[in-house]
C-alpha cells in the first residue's frame, strides 16, 4: 500500500509539471502589446533609415538639405535704397515674377531672401557676408553694380554659391585671370557696349574727337576703357580721359579741362547721382556749347532724367537692347504692370528673369528628392549645370554659358532722350 501511494503522488507532480510548461499544443500563445508595438516602432524606423540612405551627397563642395515641406532658399543682392533704387528694384521685380511664375520645384516653394548690395564694394562686401554665412541658401541673383560684384563673388564663391549677375556689365568680371569659379551673368560684357557706343559715335554721328570719364568703379571705368580702344581703332582721337569721384559735387573744373582739349563728344558711363550732374553742369561750360553728351545703361531710368531736368534732352546713352518683342516679355510686362502699378524702370529686369529662371532650371536638373520629400543640392553639381547651359530661350534670347560664366546673348542699342524719355535709335549685334 505505501509503495502505490508513493508511485502515485509522483505521476500526480510529474503531469502538473507538464501543464505548468507549456499544455496543449492547440493554444496560441499571449502576445503582449507593447511588444507588438516595439516591433512596429522597430519597421518603420528601419524603412526611414531606408528612404534617407536613398539620398547621400557625395558632392565635392557639398549640399544643401531641405527638408519635407521646407522652402528652397536664394538670395538677391540689388541696389534696392538710395538714389540708384531703380535700377536695382527693377531688377527685383523681374526675379520675383520668375518666382511667382515657376511655382514649385518638386514639392518645394521657392523663397527670396533679399539683400540689398548699394552699388558700392562695401555694400556687396556686406551683402556678400551675410549670405555666406547661411548654409540654406542655395544661390544668389546679383549684383546690380559692378563695384559691389567684385568683393561679393570673392565671398560667396568661398562657401560655393552660384551667383549670377543680371547687371554686372565690367569686363573683369569674367575675364579668365580674375573671374570667380561661381560668378556668371546674363547681362552683356562692356567689351560689346563699349565697341557698339564707338561704332554709333565714329560710323554713325561721324565724330572723331571725343573724351571720356568714368568714376573708378570696375563698371564705369572698364566701359570707358573698352570705348576708348575701340575708338581709337576706328581712328577716333581721345582727347582726354579723366576720373572723377561718384560722389563729386562740383565738375566745373574737370569740364572746363575737357572743354580746353576740343571734344566733339563727352561719353560718362557712370551711375545716376554723378551722371546727372554733368550732365546739368556740361551745359554752363564756355566751350561746350554743341559737344554731345552721352552716358549709358548705369543711367537709363527716369530718375536721371527727372534728375537732370532740360539739360538730359538730346543726349546719347547705350545700353542692352530692349526691343525683345518675344511672348514671354509680354506677359511679363502684364505681369510687371499688375504687380507693380508701374512700367519697367530701368534695362535689366529681363535680365534678372532669365538669370533667376536659369538657377531655378539648375536647381530642379541636379536636385535629389528622397520618398519623404527631403531634398538635396549638391553645390558643385548645380555649378556644373549651370555652366552647361545651352540654348535656353528666355526674354532676353537665346542663352548659352562659355567658359568664363558669360551667359548673354548680347544685343546693344543707342537711345536718345527724346521728350524725357529714351528712345531706341540705333541697334548692334556682335
Given amino acids: ?23 496543449s499544443g492547440d493554444t496560441e500563445p499571449e502576445t503582449d502589446s507593447a511588444d507588438t508595438a516595439a516591433d512596429s516602432s522597430d519597421t518603420a524606423d528601419s524603412g526611414d533609415e531606408a528612404a534617407a540612405e536613398e539620398l547621400t551627397c557625395d558632392d565635392a563642395i557639398g549640399c544643401v538639405e531641405v527638408a519635407p515641406g521646407d522652402p528652397i532658399r536664394i538670395a538677391s543682392a540689388l541696389v534696392i535704397t538710395g538714389p540708384n533704387e531703380s535700377l536695382g528694384l527693377d531688377s527685383q521685380y523681374g526675379v520675383e515674377i520668375a518666382i511667382e511664375q515657376r511655382g514649385e520645384i518638386a514639392g518645394h516653394s521657392v523663397e527670396l531672401q533679399a539683400e ?62 580674375s573671374r570667380q569659379s561661381c560668378y556668371f551673368r546674363t547681362a552683356h560684357n562692356d567689351k560689346v557696349q563699349g565697341r557698339a557706343m564707338a561704332e554709333y559715335v565714329f560710323n554713325e554721328l561721324g565724330l572723331t574727337k571725343a573724351a571720356a570719364v568714368h568714376d573708378g568703379d570696375p563698371y564705369t571705368e572698364g566701359l570707358a576703357s573698352v570705348f576708348r580702344d575701340a575708338f581709337i581703332e576706328l581712328g577716333g582721337e581721345i582727347v582726354a580721359f579723366e576720373a572723377e569721384a561718384a560722389d563729386a559735387t562740383n565738375v566745373e573744373p574737370l569740364l572746363t579741362s575737357i572743354a580746353a582739349a576740343g571734344p566733339e563728344l563727352i561719353y560718362y558711363p557712370v551711375f545716376i547721382p554723378l551722371g546727372s550732374l554733368i550732365t546739368k553742369t556740361a551745359r554752363e561750360i564756355d566751350g561746350l556749347e554743341g559737344v554731345a553728351l552721352a552716358a549709358a545703361d548705369g543711367v537709363q531710368s527716369p530718375d536721371f532724367v527727372d534728375a537732370s531736368g532740360d539739360a538730359a534732352e538730346g543726349m546719347y546713352v547705350s545700353g542692352p537692347d530692349l526691343g525683345f518683342g518675344n511672348d514671354i516679355y509680354a506677359t511679363f510686362l502684364e505681369t510687371y504692370q499688375a504687380n507693380y502699378g508701374t512700367e519697367p524702370t530701368a534695362p535689366f529686369h529681363a535680365h534678372a528673369y532669365d538669370a533667376t529662371n536659369m538657377l531655378l532650371s539648375a536647381i530642379e536638373s541636379v536636385a535629389q528628392v528622397g520618398a519623404d520629400g527631403t531634398m538635396l543640392i549638391g553645390r558643385q553639381a548645380l555649378l556644373d549645370a549651370i555652366s552647361s547651359t545651352s540654348g535656353m530661350e528666355g526674354i532676353t534670347g537665346t542663352i548659352s554659358c562659355d567658359e568664363n560664366g558669360d551667359c548673354a546673348d548680347p544685343k546693344i542699342a543707342v537711345s536718345q532722350v527724346q521728350d524725357g524719355a529714351f528712345s531706341a535709335v540705333w541697334s548692334y549685334e556682335p
Avoid: H, Y
Fill in 116 to 177: 540689398d548690395e548699394g552699388c558700392n564694394a562695401e555694400g556687396g562686401q556686406t551683402a556678400g557676408q551675410k549670405i555666406a554665412s547661411d548654409p540654406s541658401i542655395v544661390g544668389v541673383i546679383g549684383t546690380s553694380c559692378s563695384g559691389a560684384g567684385v568683393p561679393m563673388s570673392q565671398i560667396v564663391c568661398a562657401e560655393g554659391i552660384a551667383m549670377i549677375s543680371p547687371s554686372n556689365t565690367a569686363p573683369v568680371l569674367t575675364d579668365p585671370g
Fill in 1 to 23: 500500500m505505501k509503495r502505490i501511494s508513493w508511485f502515485t503522488l509522483l505521476m500526480l507532480l510529474l503531469a502538473l509539471a507538464l501543464v505548468a510548461c507549456g499544455g
